[in-house]
């Protein structure tokens, strides 16, 4: 079974989702969500749904805590929903090909320190873009910038 840790910051409406698909499924599981915010809804969501939670700090992101911890846990895939930072080298070495990010916007457009949430959508309707979409890629050591898996438009 492959074990899927989940980082995020914010509401947790994607980790949501994902603790639900995969719950009970033979091939892969959320076993912990990692959040930045001690505020950050994700946190009482995962909670509410019985799947672990820990909390750091950004210093504790850049210093190999967090790498440390996922490792402990035999964490085999991590998927960032909605996590607000950048990823530190240490961890993108640590877990080669197998960090994906869902960015709301399809890339290479709209993506980058910023681009985040609404703030995404904001910019796709001020250039009056057409469509808009998602773009699921792995992530290297730059915002938005690793080799995309899937994206979708709307």
């Known amino acids: 079974m492959v074990k899927i840790a989940v980082l995020a910051s914010g509401s947790g409406s994607n980790a949501e989702r994902l603790i639900r698909h995969f719950a009970g499924h033979a091939h892969g599981q959320v076993i912990v969500v990692g959040c930045d915010r001690p505020d950050a809804g994700v946190l009482q969501r995962a909670w509410e749904l019985g799947t672990p939670t820990f909390l750091f700090t ?15 846990l035999g964490v085999d895939l991590i998927i960032l929903a909605g996590f607000l930072r950048l990823i530190p080298d240490d961890l993108v070495h640590a877990f080669p090909g197998r960090i994906v990010n869902i960015h709301p916007a399809l890339l290479p457009k709209f ?16 250039a009056g ?8 890629h792995l992530v290297n050591e730059h ?3 690793g080799e995309h898996l899937f994206q979708a438009r709307c």
Do not use: F
């Open 58 to 72: 950004s210093k504790e992101l850049r210093e190999g805590r967090v790498r440390k911890e996922l490792e402990q």
């Open 111 to 126: 993506g980058g320190k910023g681009m985040y949430g609404r703030h995404v959508h904001e910019a796709v309707l001020a």
């Open 129 to 136: 873009e057409p469509e808009s979409g998602i773009t699921v």
């Open 143 to 145: 915002y938005d910038e």
